[in-house]
């Protein structure tokens, strides 16, 4: 199954830029920009706080070089070519508001 994924990213600037924010300020500075424009959509968030407050809270917590270097790999992954060689049947699944893996695949 594949969740809310990407296969690869052409413009790298996003990631950069994620990338020294973090570094510069910390991911509590971006707590607020994750939860509420890519992660959770307003009606979500009002309609279950404590698991926004959860969420944001293992942000919080998360560690500024483990982020980076997730970032790191989304950034640098490739995935177009050896996609087509899975074999076996394949659940995509994406959410109809998913403003960073649209349903539209882009």
């Known amino acids: ?6 296969s690869y990213y052409p413009d790298k600037r996003p990631w950069n830029d994620r990338i020294k924010f973090v570094t510069e300020k910390g991911l509590a500075e971006m707590v607020d920009t994750n939860m ?30 483990g982020y980076v270097a997730c970032c790191q ?6 995935f177009r ?6 074999k076996a049947p394949t659940l995509v699944i994406v959410g109809s508001q998913d ?6 695949g882009r």
Do not use: C, Y
Not at 1 to 6: E, F, I, K, P, R
Not at 73 to 78: G, L, T, Y
């Open 99 to 104: 403003v960073a893996t649209p349903p539209s």
């Open 81 to 86: 070519a050896s996609n087509p060689s899975i």
């Open 73 to 78: 790999a989304i950034a640098a992954m490739d």
């Open 1 to 6: 199954m594949l969740s809310n994924a990407n």
């Open 36 to 65: 509420q424009q890519r992660w959770f959509t307003e009606g979500f968030s009002r309609t279950l706080p404590a698991n926004h407050r959860s969420h944001a809270r293992d942000i919080r917590d998360d560690k500024v070089p």
